[in-house]
């Protein structure tokens, strides 16, 4: 699984979610790196993956804070994404720290498809969302 290279086509123009989007990423990365080792550390796999989940809830809460302060109207679709993955990742760490799933190639797959479409799609159209309502706020 090949790491996410951060360029222009992930920056959404809004610093606090780049910030946090870079974080996601170089987690994923890190994961990644983890995964391809052929000595496995399942409790440094298992923290990293702990710390996507913890870190992606606190990014997700970010943007909706920001989706309800300014009226987002495409909200409810969002914060629908947003849920989605959040099972996800739980059903991804639950599996893992059981035993029961390993962190094969078609879930980093799923992550990195998930997290590249939803920056490109959804949370391009939030930050350009964000700009005009800061715009009209500033008059
Ligand atoms: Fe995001
Ligand atoms: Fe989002």
Same mark, same amino acid.
Request: contains cysteine.
């Given at each position: 699984?090949?790491?996410?290279?951060?360029?222009?086509?992930?920056?959404?123009?809004?610093?606090?979610?780049?910030?946090?989007?870079?974080?996601?990423?170089?987690?994923?990365?890190?994961?990644?790196?983890?995964?391809?080792?052929?000595?496995?550390?399942?409790?440094?796999?298992? =923290?990293?993956?702990?710390?996507?989940? +913890?870190? !992606?809830? $606190?990014? @997700? /809460?970010?943007?909706?804070?920001?989706?309800? &302060? %300014?009226?987002?109207?495409?909200?409810?679709?969002?914060?629908?994404?947003?849920?989605?993955?959040?099972?996800?990742?739980?059903?991804?760490?639950? =599996?893992?720290?059981?035993?029961?799933? +390993?962190? !094969?190639? $078609?879930? @980093? /797959?799923?992550?990195?498809?998930?997290?590249? &479409? %939803?920056?490109?799609?959804?949370?391009?159209?939030?930050?350009?969302?964000?700009?005009?309502?800061?715009?009209?706020?500033?008059?």
């Amino acid at each position: 699984m090949a790491a996410i290279i951060w360029d222009r086509h992930l920056a959404t123009g809004c610093d606090e979610l780049d910030e946090q989007h870079r974080t996601l990423i170089d987690t994923f990365n890190r994961l990644c790196a983890l995964a391809g080792r052929g000595d496995w550390n399942h409790d440094e796999i298992e =923290g990293s993956l702990i710390f996507l989940r +913890d870190y !992606t809830l $606190v990014h @997700l /809460e970010t943007e909706q804070e920001l989706m309800a &302060r %300014h009226g987002y109207p495409l909200e409810a679709e969002h914060r629908r994404l947003h849920s989605d993955l959040v099972q996800d990742l739980e059903a991804i760490v639950d =599996g893992f720290h059981r035993g029961t799933k +390993d962190l !094969t190639p $078609v879930t @980093l /797959e799923y992550l990195d498809q998930w997290l590249q &479409r %939803h920056i490109r799609n959804e949370d391009f159209r939030l930050a350009e969302f964000l700009r005009h309502a800061e715009a009209r706020t500033r008059g």
